[in-house]
């Protein structure tokens, strides 16, 4: 919500001209990595601003827009200038929202992994993790430790371990941009080529493509895809830099699922077979199951049947083979409920709305109540699988029980296919239950039924 008194931003409003809020947004962050920023600009921000809620915007803002309309000043854009707007009044509206009651405790969570830094005991990356003493641009000047050693290494990957947490607790929506800030402190730390021991210098490199993964992921769950895109390379090359077979198998299955999800088919599957490759000699078969499944999304995607078929089928075999020692940490999420979901994925691909149904209900029913975000995911694929099958009122059912989680999950990529499956489901708006559902569901999203 706008705040009270707050002044539209008409000079701001024209630089736009004719292009949409979000065709004016990628541009801001095509612009952001002709420099080397990281901004997660998107259609409300771009309105946030215009509106004049936003008075003075950040620093990673402001050399994105003064590059792109080089000799103006923030003034010159409409916005006010940086003296004016000192305070802590005032940065909250600089470029933080205030935080609705439902997601307060998703903001006050994910705080959380500016504080991870603290245990490094190293000054100079708490102080820029913290935003303490400047911008980020003096923070980045000042001199980096002399030897990156063991409390450097374990803050990068206890930051990783505690965005998977929230993630899975929340969703990416509320954790993005706040877990980007530990990325460029973890890369900071690679460019000074300073760790005290190879070891460590291969423990820093994992750390930072994980944590790069991890941040790509947070980018892709809550819609922002062409950044997601840019932490999975990231990674990747940081993973062939280091020679680390471990690392790019994770990059590329996670290449492969963002590819599936945003239309790329046949990326996908070149994706998760380059994966696969890379899997094979590390002895994990689960990870092979994992990546013969992005396989298997990819295929359904391309309408190849047969192929799909196999790559279930060699997914099956792998993951009857049990855990073993050399299982990545990161596939704790990869039980038997995240199976039968990739399974109902690729059934409902290729329109076999019944059989998806049937892997999407053992999802739910397999998975740990404790995993809120995998939960609405689960039940949001058996409301699609179930309206596309002609079961409408199951379909309300389950729809009603995804609302009651999204309380607790800020996820874009769930409440678009909740989205899909409202729908395919107004045409049945006749059956009471499916009319209840409508109208909970357009009172909860703010929309008109």
């Known amino acids: 919500m706008v ?9 701001f409003r024209r ?79 600089a470029d933080t929202p205030p935080p609705t009651a439902p997601h307060r405790d998703t903001d006050e969570e994910s705080d959380v992994l500016r504080r991870v830094f603290m245990t490094s005991g190293t000054a100079t990356m708490a102080t820029a993790t913290l935003g303490l003493g400047g911008t980020p641009a ?50 900071a730390l690679l460019d000074s080529g300073v760790a005290a021991k190879r070891s460590t210098a291969g423990r820093l490199h994992a750390g930072a493509g994980e944590l790069a993964i991890s941040v790509g992921w947070l980018a892709h769950d809550s819609g922002r895809f062409e950044d997601a895109r840019s932490h999975y390379a990231e990674a ?14 994770h990059a590329f299955c996670n290449a492969s699922f963002l590819a599936r999800d945003t239309g790329r088919p046949r990326e996908s599957v070149r994706a998760a077979e380059a994966g696969q490759r890379a899997a094979q000699p590390l002895g994990s078969p689960r990870l092979l199951a994992l990546l013969a499944l992005r396989e298997a999304g990819g295929r359904a995607g391309l309408g190849d ?103 607790r999950v800020r996820s874009t990529r769930i409440r678009a296919m909740l989205a899909g499956s409202v729908t395919a489901l107004r045409p049945q708006r006749g059956t009471r239950e499916v009319r209840e559902f409508l109208e909970r569901y357009a009172e909860v999203s703010g929309t008109r039924e």
């Open 3 to 11: 705040s009270t008194g707050a002044v539209p931003n008409l000079a």
């Open 15 to 93: 630089l736009r001209g004719q292009r949409s809020a979000g065709e004016f947004a990628a541009a801001v962050r095509r612009a952001a990595r002709e420099i080397g920023e990281q901004v997660a600009c998107d259609a409300r921000y771009i309105g946030r601003v215009e509106s004049g809620e936003i008075r003075c915007p950040n620093y990673a803002y402001e050399r994105v827009f003064l590059h792109m309309f080089p000799g103006t000043t923030l003034v010159d854009l409409g916005f006010s200038s940086r003296e004016t707007v000192r305070g802590r009044g005032a940065r909250a509206t």
């Open 236 to 249: 990747l090359a940081t993973a062939r830099v280091a020679g680390d077979a471990a690392l790019e198998a």
């Open 138 to 187: 003096a923070a980045a000047a000042r001199p980096a430790p002399r030897r990156v050693g063991e409390a450097e290494v374990s803050a990068v990957e206890k930051a990783v371990r505690q965005i998977r947490l929230l993630d899975d607790r929340h969703g990416g929506d509320g954790l993005y941009r706040k877990a980007s800030q530990p990325l460029r402190i973890a890369y």
């Open 305 to 407: 049947r047969t192929g799909c078929e196999r790559a279930i089928g060699r997914a099956h075999a792998a993951f009857g083979r049990g855990r073993s020692d050399a299982d990545p940490e990161w596939m704790s999420f990869f039980r038997e409920a995240e199976l039968e979901f990739l399974e109902a994925q690729c059934w409902s691909v290729l329109g076999e709305w019944s059989r998806a149904a049937r892997h999407a209900r053992r999802a739910v029913r397999l998975q740990d109540p404790h995993f809120t975000r995998n939960l609405a995911l689960y039940r949001a694929e058996l409301t699609w699988d179930l309206a596309r099958a002609g079961e409408a009122a199951q379909a309300a059912t389950e729809g009603h029980r995804v609302l009651d989680l999204l309380d």
